[in-house]
Antibody, heavy 118, light 108 residues
Framework: QVQLVQSGAEVKMPGASVMVSCKVS????????IHWIRQAPGQGLEWVGW????????NYAQEFEGRVTMTRDTSISTAYMDLSRLTSDDTAVYYC???????????WGQGTLVTVSS | ETVLTQSPGTLSLSPGERATLSCRAS???????LAWYQQKPGRAPRLVIF???RRATGIPDRFSGSGSGTDFTLTISRLEPEDSAVYYC?????????FGGGTKVQIK
């Protein structure tokens, strides 16, 4: 069965960086885009960007440009999201989700809570 | 950016009643690029409807989607207690991909 399993919760200081991983199984990793979406406590969903695991190509939401980097390791079917220069506004649950080309993300990871606090 | 506005913010209905959720886009969205998600507390969103009206795998037929252009609707024909959740619409025709603010469905 399709699964996306994310890394565990993180606590970071303001100004630091965080890397969240998303290991997939049950399907061909390079056949589906990986989206990253976040949700601040008690808030709605906010798209961060997508990566094409086949080519490494990316598309980031403008507000994250320059701070986010999405990469992958195809040998272990894992996608990564690195977010730098963290502030308290980055405190959120970060989800990875797969999508077939330009289609709605269908399977999602369980989420990773990133807390930014001094 | 395509802004999606959902209404109402909260819907409180009894089991067996019909729920109608609205999603209005700030610019026209092609049908194949509109989806709906269900999210329960502490859980990841779950795809309910894609391509405006197609049910995702495992979604019961009491869920249906419709609409075109800038106005889209998710209907739950006969509410069940397990339908209690927040529902989000989403468009991915234009970048950035955007979500509506959500409609909370409460079962009395």
């Amino acid at each position: 069965q399709v699964q996306l399993v994310q890394s565990g919760a993180e606590v970071k200081m303001p100004g630091a960086s965080v890397m969240v991983s998303c290991k997939v199984s049950g399907y061909a990793f390079t056949g589906f885009y990986i989206h990253w979406i976040r949700q601040a406590p008690g808030q709605g969903l906010e798209w961060v960007g997508w990566m094409n695991p086949n080519t490494g190509g990316t598309n980031y939401a403008q507000e994250f440009e320059g701070r986010v980097t999405m990469t992958r390791d195809t040998s272990i079917s894992t996608a990564y999201m690195d977010l730098s220069r963290l502030t308290s506004d980055d405190t959120a649950v970060y989800y990875c989700a797969r999508a077939f080309g330009r289609s709605s993300p269908d399977y999602w990871g369980q989420g990773t809570l990133v807390t930014v606090s001094s | 950016e395509t802004v999606l506005t959902q209404s109402p913010g909260t819907l409180s209905l009894s089991p067996g009643e019909r729920a109608t959720l609205s999603c209005r886009a700030s610019q026209s969205v092609t049908n194949v690029y509109l989806a709906w998600y269900q999210q329960k507390p502490g859980r990841a969103p779950r795809l309910v409807i894609f391509d405006t009206s197609r049910r995702a795998t495992g979604i019961p037929d009491r869920f249906s989607g419709s609409g075109s252009g800038t106005d889209f609707t998710l209907t739950i024909s006969r509410l069940e207690p397990e339908d209690s959740a927040v529902y989000y619409c989403q468009q991915f025709e234009t970048s950035p991909l955007t979500f509506g603010g959500g409609t909370k469905v409460q079962i009395k």
